[in-house]
């Protein structure tokens, strides 16, 4: 069964009553066209200042007639670790996508991207306020008024709960390495390794609490993955390098014309 949800279930339930909200052409302007390869739009949600949040569905075109696993990549979680939006803004771009069926969310935190700060516009850390394992932290890492207190943290929420991903991949800044405290190890070294990037323990100095990726793990079949960049990744690894390291991650691959 794709879902297994144990103490949350009441909270996820009453998020997911929320039906996800169709791309219109109010968001249109403020945002990039989408490209020759691009599926659908959504906008899933929207921010503390009312930015939408955009996920684009990419199109997938199978390798030998298999269609490959359903991927979701986020990034700007925290709005001063922008540079991967590099990395999904080449694959929203490219010609096409063989071999995954892969959703991109390119900017999670749109109002921290906005100010370049770590947190939303309610001084909240968005991967502090997810209902596994919160408690009420200060500080940098303010984990917000309750478990998935923020618009954010639940439009990400009802998003996965609907997808249900095989794999979800969490890019952020500045750490460099690829998190191996997680229900699967063995698939996180792999990571590291095709992304050219250490294999290491995120553990926050004991538990991270209130984490997307930790939410998600405990919750469903699928699995969420922690990936940190340095604090400044060329743009040549974000634009031309690292998007193919990722699609082969899954065994995919991508047609990107004259980029990179």
Same mark, same amino acid.
């Given at each position: ?8 279930? &009441? ?21 990039? &066209? +989408? ?24 199109? #997938? ?13 986020? +990034? +700007? ?23 995954? #069926? ?11 991207l ?27 890492y ?36 690829? #998190? ?10 792999k ?26 793990n ?30 082969r ?12």
């Amino acid at each position: 069964m794709r879902r297994r949800f144990v103490r949350t279930f &009441a909270l996820v339930a009453a998020l997911v009553c929320a039906p996800l909200v169709i791309s219109s052409s109010s968001a249109a302007p403020q945002h990039p &066209a +989408a490209a020759g390869n691009v599926l659908e739009q959504k906008v899933i949600g929207k921010s503390v200042r009312g930015r939408p949040i955009l996920a684009w569905h990419l199109d #997938d075109r199978p390798i030998e007639g298999h269609k490959g696993p359903t991927v979701l990549l986020i +990034a +700007a979680m925290h709005g001063n670790e922008g540079a991967p939006r590099q990395l999904l803004e080449t694959l929203r771009k490219a010609r096409a996508i063989h071999g995954a #069926d892969v959703w991109l969310v390119p900017t999670y935190n749109p109002d921290g991207l906005a100010a370049h700060h770590r947190r939303n516009a309610h001084g909240v850390d968005l991967n502090r306020n997810y209902p596994y394992h919160w408690v009420d932290l200060d500080g940098n890492y303010e984990s917000g008024a309750h478990p998935g207190s923020e618009p954010e943290t639940r439009a990400m929420m009802r998003f996965l709960t609907e997808l249900q991903p095989d794999y979800v991949l969490s890019f952020h800044q500045p750490l460099h390495g690829v #998190d191996l405290d997680n229900k699967r190890p063995g698939f996180s070294r792999k990571v590291a390794h095709t992304l050219r990037l250490p294999a290491t323990t995120l553990d926050c100095g004991g538990v991270c609490h209130g984490t997307m990726t930790g939410w998600y793990n405990h919750n469903f079949d699928g699995f969420a993955l922690t990936v940190e960049y340095g604090a400044r990744p060329s743009q040549r690894l974000m634009r031309a390098v690292a998007p193919r390291q990722v699609l082969r991650v899954f065994g995919a691959f991508g047609s990107f014309g004259g980029q990179g």
